[in-house]
């Protein structure tokens, strides 16, 4: 699955090179990409609307478009929902095997990105931009989804799936501290949830462990002060390493340029079962944690032990 790493390249490789452009056209061939909503709804919200600008939070992909909001259209639709303020947003996560790839007459001002379209099998939305260019949204298990949200919409919509940014300086140890504070999960599902955390997917939660020398097991609850501090210093490197090699190509996972990242070749752990861990010596293991493979080092990764609480002293 594509994760913050990935989702952040394609974003700095397509904002530059939509930013200013009209949306012409909008097919949507697929109809679970915008399932509840109907494909031909968002096509007309979409359809003829100048983009602004691309933006990320956690793994989603979120481009700004200017013009009204969407109550006018919505109404004549028979949907009752609050007239919206300041545009329109058009969202889209990519979930398992998603890819947006810009290709077309304008892409990069390069040729082609294919010399034929790609396989009609995986192809779930196509944006026609004024330049000749192309947004293809590609998607070979169909878990990809596309949604348009006003402002007022946007905001709530986020907050309710995603929690702390982790790069930028938003997320610290007290704050990671906080959010692990009596919670029984292991590390490596609690880095997996969203809601805490987000952006953080299957391979960059075993690459921050391992930096940070935390066991995958140990309940996240048990960490102390100077456990949350390394994990977040591990967290920001691991997923800085990532942007720098261009994501992770060990699936579907291709740039906006089609193009494969190199992060697989970088892993420290991610992968490695049975090699040898470049830090302590030892051999890395793999486990299956809430049906995710899982890497790590038993010999320098500490599993850390479930902290007891303190009892009411005794009057």
């Known amino acids: 699955m594509p994760e913050l790493p990935e989702v952040e390249t394609i ?11 009209t949306i012409e056209s909008v097919r949507v061939l697929d109809e679970r990409w915008t399932r509840p909503e109907a494909p031909r709804a968002l096509e007309a919200e979409v359809r003829g609307r100048r983009i602004e600008g691309v933006r990320r939070r956690g793994k989603y992909l979120i481009v700004d478009l200017e013009g009204k909001a969407l109550d006018e259209r919505r109404k ?3 949907q009752h929902r609050p007239p919206g303020k300041g545009g329109v947003h058009l969202v889209m996560h990519l979930r398992m095997t998603g890819n947006l790839l810009i ?3 304008g892409r990069f001002g390069a040729p082609r990105l294919y010399e034929s379209e790609p396989d009609a099998r995986f192809l779930r939305a196509v944006l026609e931009l004024d330049d000749g260019s192309e947004l293809w949204f590609t998607d070979a298990r169909r878990f990809g989804h596309g949604v348009v949200l006003t402002a007022d919409e946007l905001g709530p919509y986020l907050d309710a799936r995603l929690g702390v940014e982790p790069l930028g300086g938003e ?3 007290g704050g990671l501290m906080r959010l692990a504070e009596g919670r029984t999960a292991p590390l490596k599902s609690f880095l997996l949830d969203q809601r805490r955390v987000a952006g953080i997917g299957n391979i960059y939660a075993d690459e921050a462990l391992w930096r940070a020398e935390l066991h995958p097991l140990s309940p996240a609850g048990s960490m102390r002060e100077e456990h949350a501090e390394a994990l977040v210093e591990g967290i920001v490197e691991a997923l800085e390493a990532g942007l720098a090699n261009g994501g992770s190509s060990i699936d579907d996972y291709r740039d906006a340029r089609g193009e494969m990242g190199s992060m697989q070749d970088e892993f420290l752990v991610h992968t490695r079962e049975g090699q040898e861990c470049a830090r302590c010596g030892g051999v890395i293991r793999r486990i299956v944690l809430g049906g995710r493979s899982t890497y790590f080092c038993p010999g320098c990764q500490v599993r850390l032990r479930r902290r007891r609480r303190r009892r009411a002293a005794v009057r």
């Open 76 to 78: 004549s639709r028979k």
């Open 103 to 105: 290709a077309g007459e």
């Open 171 to 173: 997320l610290t140890g």
């Open 11 to 21: 974003r700095r490789q397509l904002e530059p090179v939509v930013a200013g452009r």
